[in-house]
């Protein structure tokens, strides 16, 4: 079965530095892999996706993510957050051949923004 | 606009009470699922539907019972809640074959059971 990990329960990261939030996961094959934003009291909201070619996707709000299948890892980054950055970010993983098992999903990792 | 409805947004309610949450998506989609949403356990599933009148049961099902007699709709019943059903619910849907695009969730249903 697929599984995956954010290491991160909280990360408390200052306005406009450096962001990267830890996505590990476990599947026999290659799966699909995402990240969502939950913003509080909101839904979830797709920041980005990997299926397949170019290891490095870029996604909305400009996150990117990078896919290291020698590491099973997709971590997510940002060059310079902000304020309305801070919210709950979860990773997850689908398996590649589509099927019924649909999305499992990390624990999330809260993000916090100090000015 | 694409979206996928729930209804109620809150809910109190009272130990042994049947209960529905509903939800409706007017993509055309085929899957739709419930997951639930607990502090550091993340999103588990609870049930999910690949069709009309094809359901199947995910990780967290107990407690729970879903139907799908239309495409658009998947509602969420809880026959008799319980205190440990009190969470955040959030309905998802796709295109079956096209998870590589994701899901479109709801935007919540935070339930209350006294």
């Known amino acids: 079965a697929q599984s995956v990990t954010q290491p991160d329960i909280h990360i408390t990261v200052s306005e406009g530095a450096s962001l990267e939030l830890r996505c590990n996961y476990s599947y026999g094959a290659t799966p699909y892999l995402f990240w969502y934003v939950q913003s509080p009291g909101q839904g979830l909201q797709l920041l980005l996706k990997y299926f397949s070619g170019d290891t490095l996707v870029q996604g909305i709000k400009g996150f990117e993510a990078e896919f290291k299948r020698s590491q099973s890892s997709f971590n997510l980054r940002k060059p310079s957050v902000h304020w309305s950055d801070a919210a709950e970010y979860f990773c997850?993983?689908?398996?590649?051949?589509?099927?019924?098992?649909?999305?499992?999903f990390g624990k999330g990792t809260h993000l916090i923004i100090q000015p | 606009e694409a979206q996928v409805t729930q209804n109620p947004r809150y809910l109190i309610t009272v130990t042994g009470k049947k209960l529905t949450v509903t939800c409706s998506q007017n993509m055309n989609h085929e899957y739709m699922s419930w997951y639930r949403q607990d502090p550091g356990l993340g999103l588990r599933q609870i049930y999910y539907s690949m069709n009309v009148e094809v359901t199947d049961k995910g990780d967290v099902p107990e407690g729970y019972k879903v139907s799908r007699k239309e495409k658009r709709n998947f509602p969420l019943i809880l026959e008799s809640p319980s205190p440990n059903q009190t969470s955040l619910y959030f309905c998802a849907s796709s295109l079956v074959g096209r998870l590589a695009h994701g899901y479109t969730f709801g935007s919540g249903t935070r339930l209350t059971v006294v």
């Open positions: 997850a993983v689908a398996p590649s051949g589509g099927g019924a098992d649909g999305l499992t």
